[in-house]
C-alpha cells in the first residue's frame, strides 16, 4: 500500500467541495496512458451529479488504437468523453468547441426556466502531473497557471477568466490518501504523478520493462535492443551498458538505468505506450 497525502491536496479537497454549488461544468483530466489508475475516486464522489467532461490528455504519448477504445468505453458508459494534445490546435479546437456546445446547452435549460443567461463556472481538476496548467495556459491565451514536469506545482485553488461565457477555477493535482492497489501506484509513478521518493525508481522502471515486454515488444527492442527479459538484474546491466549508465570501475549504475527507463517512457522516446486497457 502506498500512502500519499500532501497538506495542500486535503485543504484543496474541501475547497472544491465548499465550491460545488457554484459549479456548472466540471471537467476531469486523466492520462490516456493509464485511464484507470488516474480517475480520482474522491472527485468522483464529490462531484458525481455535475455535469461532466473527461479528458484523456497525453493522447500523444498513448497508443492510439487503444485510446480509441478507451473514449468508445467511457461514451458507452454515459460519459462526455474527448483525447486530446494541448500542444495541437485542432485539439484545443475540438476541445473549446466541445465546452461551448455544453455551456449552451446548460444556459438553455436555465433560459426555460426563466433564469437570466450568465458566466457559467467551470471546475478543471485532476491528478498531479497531467498537463492541467498547460491546458488553462492555452484557454486563458496567457500565462496564468504554473507549469512544471513533476508533481505538485499549483498550490491553491485560483478562479480564472477564460472569455464572455466561462470562468473557471483551476485547482492543485489532487491523489487519494492511499493506493490499496499496487498496481495503480506503480501506474502513477510510471506516469510521473507520484513524487519519486514515494516509489523504488528501480521498482517502477521494472514494472514499465515487463509492461512493455508484453504488450509492445517491438518498441522496447528498437529503443534498447535485444533484452534477456527473463532476468530483470541483466536487462538493467544491458541497458546500463548501453547507455552509459556507469559508475567508478565500470560499474552499471541501476539508479540511472531506472531513470533513463522512465525518461524515455514518460518523453513518448520508447514509442506511443498505454499501461492499461479498457475491460473487455
Not at 504519448?61 to 473514449?71: F, G, H, P, R
Not at 461551448?100 to 498531479?128: D, F, Y
Not at 490499496?180 to 506516469?191: C, K, N, W
Request: charged content about 25%.
Amino acid at each position: 500500500m502506498i500512502q500519499w497525502y500532501p497538506g495542500h491536496m486535503a485543504k484543496t479537497v474541501r475547497e472544491i467541495n465548499e465550491q460545488i454549488k457554484h459549479i456548472d461544468i466540471f471537467v476531469e483530466l486523466i492520462d490516456a496512458r493509464a485511464p484507470k489508475s488516474s480517475q480520482n475516486p474522491l472527485l468522483e464522489l464529490s462531484l458525481q451529479q455535475k455535469f461532466k467532461i473527461t479528458v484523456l490528455m497525453k493522447r500523444d504519448l498513448a497508443d492510439e488504437e487503444i485510446t480509441k477504445k478507451w473514449l468508445t468505453y467511457l461514451k458507452e458508459n454515459d460519459h462526455i468523453a474527448i483525447a486530446m494534445n494541448v500542444n495541437e490546435k485542432r485539439d484545443m479546437k475540438a476541445f473549446i468547441q466541445l465546452l461551448h456546445r455544453t455551456g449552451e446547452e446548460i444556459l438553455q435549460k436555465r433560459v426555460a426556466r426563466g433564469i437570466k443567461k450568465s458566466t457559467l463556472r467551470m471546475l478543471i481538476a485532476g491528478i498531479p502531473n497531467v498537463g492541467k496548467s498547460t491546458l488553462i495556459n492555452r484557454l486563458a491565451n496567457k500565462r496564468i497557471a504554473k507549469i512544471g514536469d513533476r508533481p505538485g506545482v499549483t498550490k491553491q485553488p485560483q478562479w480564472i477568466k477564460v472569455d464572455k461565457t466561462f470562468e473557471l477555477l483551476d485547482t492543485p493535482g489532487i491523489l487519494w490518501p492511499k493506493f490499496e492497489d499496487e498496481q495503480i501506484g506503480m501506474a502513477l509513478a510510471a506516469i510521473g504523478s507520484i513524487k519519486y521518493e514515494l516509489v523504488p525508481t528501480q521498482d517502477v522502471a521494472a514494472f514499465v520493462i515487463q509492461h512493455l515486454s508484453s504488450h509492445y515488444p517491438e518498441k522496447l527492442q528498437a529503443r534498447f535492443g535485444d533484452l534477456q527479459l527473463t532476468d530483470m538484474w541483466e536487462v538493467f546491466q544491458q541497458i546500463g551498458k548501453t547507455r552509459g549508465a556507469l559508475e567508478k570501475g565500470a560499474q552499471v549504475n541501476m539508479d540511472k538505468v531506472a531513470e533513463i527507463i522512465l525518461h524515455d517512457f514518460r518523453t513518448g522516446r520508447i514509442g506511443p505506450s498505454t499501461l492499461e486497457f479498457p475491460p473487455n
